[in-house]
């Protein structure tokens, strides 16, 4: 089935914040930031701003009627500075004005004194400050200390990765608007609207039922929108509260790169080792991640960096302890991966760095060192329905990497200004938020008279093609076809309490709500039908549009039987709740079982290096991967193409950088470079490994929206092998992004 919203997508016709219709009277928000990053404010002067005509209001944390309080995990971020900025570009007001070119004449009119604070940006120097934003974790299995006794070979390592704008192409915004008796209405870009709703309902001091969140999809979130679009809904929300006005904000593009938190750059120490036969015997590593000004989502996410710190192998003896390092810049978020792929990058870092020492190829010590069945990860899960070696051993019988190894070599032979590198990249990726409260969801399916059905769920369409999954699900569980579904908008009032679509699981659990609504309809539809064909319900079915029965179409359509069941005043709704089973974590033992499964995958990546430039291109990325049964390959395909184009990008050429007074430098899309058509591979080509999907995935079609990001991670690996190849003295160093310039450097240094 095609995605649902592809015609009005590329038609233009799919609405998004910017394009809702506005109300009589609305007015629009630009949002005044601090200009230095850490600071005590002396002085904060609106009155220019509100002076100049056009100018309906300036609202700063004086004017929050509730708590100036938006932090998800723990309370420690304001919606608008008071006392204290601790990032450059950290709201202090908002401008509210007849139209936006007013509101932002008016922001340079605001008056500011504040006085300058030392501003640190670097994980590490933070850390050695003491500036945390949470407690240090720490994950460990086997004896450690012991195990470096049994090792052959140990090998240390220092390795960085960088930051990573989302790049949304919808920008922040929220449209908010009163309704009847002052309640209020906020179409927001959210991934989260729950977090929306209870944020502006402290802000504005009132209970959560008086605001209402209401999404049609976004532009993309990425993990940006998980909780970072709340702060924009509350500032639209204050403003029209004071002014008795719709307020509409959309950030400009450079006022969202400067303004908004992206992936956490990590710095790591690892110490790893082997025995004579390769086998990882003892990893230990330390994280430093740069977590911004605020704790945000980090501590999640320094807990994620943890689970997948050993990636897809088996290591006994491991210890990895994580730090979230506060320092004065924009708290940083959720980003596809959620910590996962800067854990990856540090232990294929660190096999590497054996694989250079020892002279032997990475593939050969991944290989040896792969997850097998009821192998424990470290954090106490038993590893259940491996598939990281099947889908090894098909990426090596369907391409050959013996065979690509020495195309490689004899090329590299061949060329002396031109070089080519291979890497492989394993991956496998827990589903489940490591939160387990947040693993449930609610869906709410109405039948209508007419035999038509509507859909509401906690799931947010953001490109993914969760409505459309969904679709097929109620499709699917009902047995009707899919043109008489309709799947609305996200909204608080329809289903409460959500979780964010994060963790790659907005499928999972909203699906398997909707699958179990359906299910309860769909019994109480036969059992109606039963009493209106006078059979036994056992031997009734609903099958494309009619009722069968036993496996035969009889005369009732299944208009009539919804009609029919109406009238007899059966219930045409239905509520389905679903709570992950089994998932659990003890974060004081750092044991449990947080997942319902994995995803496994593996890809082979080939790249080809222009010796004389330092450019790149990858000339075929070759992947293998698990997504169980695929309830929509095209779409499934899709999410591992987008995902690897945006690792490579994380990997390569995307470098997000600030200066020493935490001011961002890479602040336009002319500074900051994301892939596009001409740097994605060559050729992609990816088979699904044929096996069965997990219960707890639905309709056994794994989750897909993450885990394929971290292919890319293999791009640096390939890279820094084309770079051996032209410079046998480079020593293999760990410092993402690899971008043409680093290239230049090693391949001459
Ligand atoms: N795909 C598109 N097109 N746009 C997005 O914003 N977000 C990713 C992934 N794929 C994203 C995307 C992220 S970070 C997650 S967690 C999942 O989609 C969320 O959706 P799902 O849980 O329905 O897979
Ligand atoms: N993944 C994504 N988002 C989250 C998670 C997670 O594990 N936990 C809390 N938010
Ligand atoms: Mo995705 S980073 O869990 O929104």
Redesign the pocket.
Known sequence: MKNIDSISHVTGRSLYVDDIPVRTGTLYGVVFTSPVAHGNIIKLDTSGAESMDGVTGVFTAKDIPGENQIGG?IPDEVLFADKKVVFHGQPLALVVAKDEFTARKACAKIVTDIEPLEVVTDPREACNKGMLLVPPSTFRSGDIHKAWDQCAHIFEGKTETGGQEHLYIETQGAYAYLMENGHIKIRSSTQGPTHVQKSAAEILGIPMHRVEVDVTRLGGGF?GK?DQATAYACMAALAAMHLQKPVKLILHRLDDMRMTGKRHPYSADFRIGLSGALKIVAYQATFYQNGGAAAD?SP??L??SLFHSTNSYFIPNTEVTAYSCKTNLPPNT?FRG?GGPQGMYIIEAAIAKAAHELNVPASVIQEKNLLRENDPFQYGQVAKNVHIGKCYQMLDKEFGIKKIAGEVAFFNQENVLHKKGMALMPVCFGI????KS?NQARALVHIYQDGSVGVSTGAIEMGQGVNTKILQVTSRTLNIDPERIKIESTNTTRVSNT??T???SGADLNGKATEIACIQLRKRLIKTAGSILGVNPGRLAIYDGWVTCDGKRSKLSWEKLVKTAHLERVCLSEQGHYATPFVHFNKETAKGHPFAYHVYGVALLVTHLDCLRGTYRFDKVCIVHDFGNSMNIDIDMGQVEGALAQGIGWMTMEEVSYDKEGKLLSNSLSTYKVPDIFSAPRQVVCIPLPVKGPKPAILRSKAVGEPPLMYGIGAYFAIQNAIKAFNPSYVPDFDAPMTPEKVLMRLYQ
């Not at 489940?432 to 939160?435: A, V």
């Open positions: 995990i993990g998980e989502l999640a996410i807990d994620r959720a959620f489940s938020f490591t939160n947040m979780s964010p994060a963790a790659s």
